[in-house]
């Protein structure tokens, strides 16, 4: 009996791993079932002639073709073949249409994107579109349709249950002007700095609302305080109109924080005598990567560099055989909000100067997916001569409040512009080819192998009659309405700067007679030009290290005060250690970098906290907002007794600026005593400093995203790494795309696109980028030896014509 127990109990066993085996094995082919192939051939139909396809070891394609037509089919397939499902996200967001997939989860923000009509938008800027730039995007859809009607989908759809619906070319216009809305600066901090004026009153308002100090650089040289008047910021109109609340919404592109940066240095100040040109823009890094890495040759094109999933060409960075660029944003405000006023006889109607007018009623309906099928749901979206009321779609906003913004102007040139850029071979056709575009706002640096550096500033910037739309103004009147645009040959530009380099950093262009915005920034750039004005010449290996420099302005400031006003603090000395002989980085091995950040973070908290009340205090502290409350501590910092710091729910007692910092500090002790233990020699910033690249789908299926990665810098240094305050330290932003050149070989070129670039889980390119890029490190581009990669794709055409 012992005997046939343990038999049975043996058989059991077998049984269950023998299951366990093959549930295993059956769970890695569904995972792994859509992986592309890199070798071999393909046949397309409506392709003209063979193509080869070269690809790297890290998954970089280079597309070798013999004409444009092919060479854009071939883009739009591969992107689709690695990118499909972050592709179909995006553009189902532009049709307000992400419930289909996603369910009740993702209603508001459909009612946000039909609210706004991006794809309203995005149909009337194809039909506007010229011939040529029109053909591009219908070759790239064509390719992606194919990759569609031949490949096997990716497993999300498994998952959700759902199916890709054909890619239209309006799908490639809407991703951009997805990108282009959350680019821009003002869609959130106007509404925020209008609940912070209604909450604090403008006495506080005046010193929230962003004015940047005299020492801040120029990118054309000079600083702030040589250029422009100060008390910029002291003069923001009368809020007139309550109401508003704060909330959120989803958004499937990355948000724009503060933190993109280019380095260029002239021929002059290098080693090599050539130009040498480093290019990092950040956003919030996500799985699958941001951009597409992508060498096109084909026609009128031979260039490599970062690509939006979704759109042709190459867009935020890279390279021909002339030129160079790469993007910063330039936080112009190309945005604004109007409060009307409607007809209390007639709600469809509203007040201008010459009377009533009717809104434009437009009819949507929304599709949400639930476990009985698609329910319907229709709603009426009111637009004004400004703009769509978005009032019931932004939290924040004011009652009957629209929003005018250039996106919704077509055209806006997008496409055009930056597919010229692309072939330039010069500073003329590079700024010719800039000067269609009328959005995002955006600061291309650029290069040439003839040794010139310059940068060209993009805006469409508006004429206002009165004002400079920093907050909601009224729409009855007239007296706010844009009168036309900045022409484009009176933009912000530079070509071969005297002092021989330049660097933008999200601050200022140069001085000009005329609004561009309030939102632009000044840390990073003062660190690179102590680094830039430090010595003559600089080696490539000595350029490139400065993306990754870590040292931070803000630290600088302040340690200094925390010394001195801490110093004899009860309790306190024994942290104060952590902070002599600190150089200011935040390296991953500093305790004194943990420690600044959770000081600076109540500092800012305990400044601000009892006049804004939590939440909005909380907002100020976002990644993409943390800028103003430093702004105005930076302003403010030499005054000791400044009203600001006074704890107004103290009674009896004016708190100065030494007051708050103690308690910062104390604050701050305390909540890594209890994090990270009492020895503030384990506080190492890695610990707490980690970067997570997440999927759409990771926080219900947590396997899509990648395990934390230590990393380096914060908020205010050159190598960002802002970190969320909801949740400290957590990284939210970072490098999302690099590249650095020496103009004088190109063959030397680097870039990277972390984490990989493949959207396709179980890939061998899902997540091969991110163990470098936390060290700072990038993968050759090998531009001019593409031929010679060993993994070869051939494309042959099918037999059918496709149109």
Not at 409 to 438: C, H, W, Y
Not at 764 to 783: N, R, S, T, V
Request: proline letters at 7%; glycine letters at 10%.
């Amino acid at each position: 009996m012992k005997s046939r127990k343990i038999k049975v109990l043996s058989v059991t066993a077998g049984i269950i791993v023998l299951l366990a085996v093959i549930i295993f094995a059956a769970l890695q082919i569904f995972l792994r079932r859509p992986l592309p192939d890199y070798t071999g051939k393909i046949t397309i139909d409506g392709l003209r002639a063979a193509a080869e396809v070269r690809t790297d070891g890290h998954g970089v394609p280079h597309i070798l073709a013999g004409s444009e037509d092919d060479l854009f089919l071939l883009q739009g397939y591969l992107k689709a073949r690695e990118r499909l499902f972050q592709m179909d996200l995006t553009r189902l967001a532009g049709r307000g249409e992400l419930s289909t997939f996603l369910g009740e989860a993702t209603v508001k923000a459909d009612k946000l994107f039909k609210t706004i009509g991006f794809y309203r938008a995005a149909e009337e800027e194809y039909r506007l579109l010229p011939p040529e730039i029109k053909a591009t995007i219908d070759s790239y859809t064509r390719g992606v349709n194919a990759c569609l009607a031949s490949a096997r989908l990716p497993i999300e759809y498994t998952i959700l249950r759902v199916k890709p619906e054909p890619w239209k070319p309006q799908d490639c216009l809407v991703a951009g002007l997805l990108m282009a809305y959350s680019l821009n600066r003002p869609k959130d901090t106007e509404l925020i700095l209008y609940q912070i004026g209604l909450k604090a009153g403008k006495d506080l308002l005046q010193y929230i609302v962003p004015e940047l100090p005299g020492d801040t650089p120029l990118v054309s040289g000079g600083k702030v305080s040589d250029a422009l008047p100060a008390g910029r910021g002291r003069n923001v109109p009368e809020l007139k109109e309550s109401g508003g609340r704060l909330g959120g919404f989803f958004f499937p592109l990355s948000t724009e924080v503060a933190a993109s940066n280019w380095m260029i240095f002239h021929g002059s100040r290098t080693t090599t005598g050539k130009a040498v040109f480093t290019g990092s823009p950040d956003l919030q890094p996500k799985i699958p990567a941001l951009f597409y890495l992508v060498h096109l040759q084909g026609g009128r094109y031979d260039v490599i560099g970062g690509s939006i999933p979704g759109l042709p060409g190459v867009n935020v960075l890279g390279f021909n055989r002339k030129i160079a660029w790469s993007t910063t944003n330039g936080r112009g405000d190309e945005l604004d909000y109007f409060i009307e006023k409607p007809n209390p006889a007639d709600p469809d109607q509203y007040l201008t100067e010459k009377g009533y007018q009717n809104f434009k009623l437009i009819e949507e309906t929304l599709k949400i997916k639930t476990k009985g099928g698609i329910r319907e749901e229709k709603i009426t979206i009111k637009v004004s001569r400004h703009g769509p009321i978005i009032s019931n779609v932004m939290p924040e906003a004011p009652p009957n409040c629209a929003m005018q913004w250039v996106g919704l102007q077509s055209p806006t040139g997008l496409f055009e512009g930056l597919l010229g850029m692309i072939r330039a071979a010069d500073f003329n056709e590079f700024r010719k080819s800039l000067s269609l575009v009328r959005t995002p706002t955006l600061n291309f640096g650029y290069a040439d192998v003839d040794g010139n550096i310059g940068y060209q500033y993009v805006m469409a910037v508006p004429i206002r009659k009165k004002g400079d739309g920093t907050l909601p103004v009224p729409g009855d009147s007239g007296d706010y309405e844009w009168k036309g645009f900045v022409p484009f040959d009176q933009l912000p530009y530079d070509y071969n700067p005297p002092q021989g380099y330049g660097g933008s950093f999200n601050n200022p262009p140069k001085a000009v007679p005329y609004h561009i915005t309030r939102y632009f920034m000044f840390e990073r750039a003062l660190r690179f030009n102590t680094i830039a004005s430090g010595k003559e010449k600089f080696t490539p290996a000595e350029i490139r290290n400065m993306q990754l420099d870590t040292v931070s302005a803000v630290a600088g400031r302040w340690t200094p005060l925390i010394l001195a006003a801490s110093s004899g603090a009860g309790g306190l000395q024994a942290y104060l250690e952590v902070f002599k002989g600190w150089n200011y980085s935040m390296d991953i091995h500093s305790p004194a970098a943990t420690l600044f950040n959770s000081f600076y973070t109540h500092f800012i908290r305990n400044t601000l906290e009892d006049n804004l009340g939590s939440e909005l205090c909380a907002k100020l502290l976002t990644p993409y907002l943390v800028y103003q409350p430093d702004m105005m501590l930076t302003n403010i910092i030499n005054d000791n007794s400044h009203f600001i710091y006074d704890d107004t729910r103290t009674t009896g007692v004016m708190e100065t600026r030494d007051d708050i910092i103690r308690k910062s500090l104390g604050d701050a002790v305390k909540e890594l005593k209890s994090r990270l233990g009492p020895d503030p020699r384990q506080w190492e910033w890695g610990k707490v400093h980690t970067m997570t690249f997440k999927h759409p789908l990771g926080s219900k299926l947590a396997f899509f995203n990648l395990k934390p990665v230590p990393a380096n810098g914060d908020g205010f240094t050159i190598n960002a790494g802002l970190w969320e305050s909801r949740n400290p330290y957590a990284m939210d932003s970072g490098g999302v795309i690099r590249m650095v050149i020496d103009m004088s070989n190109l063959e030397s070129a680097t870039l990277t696109s972390p984490p990989g670039q493949s959207g396709q889980y179980r890939s061998p390119y899902y997540k091969d980028l991110a163990p470098g890029w936390a060290k700072g490190e990038q993968i050759p581009a090998h531009f001019l030896s593409a031929r010679r990669l060993p993994q070869l794709l051939t494309f042959e055409p099918g037999k059918r014509e496709v149109r």
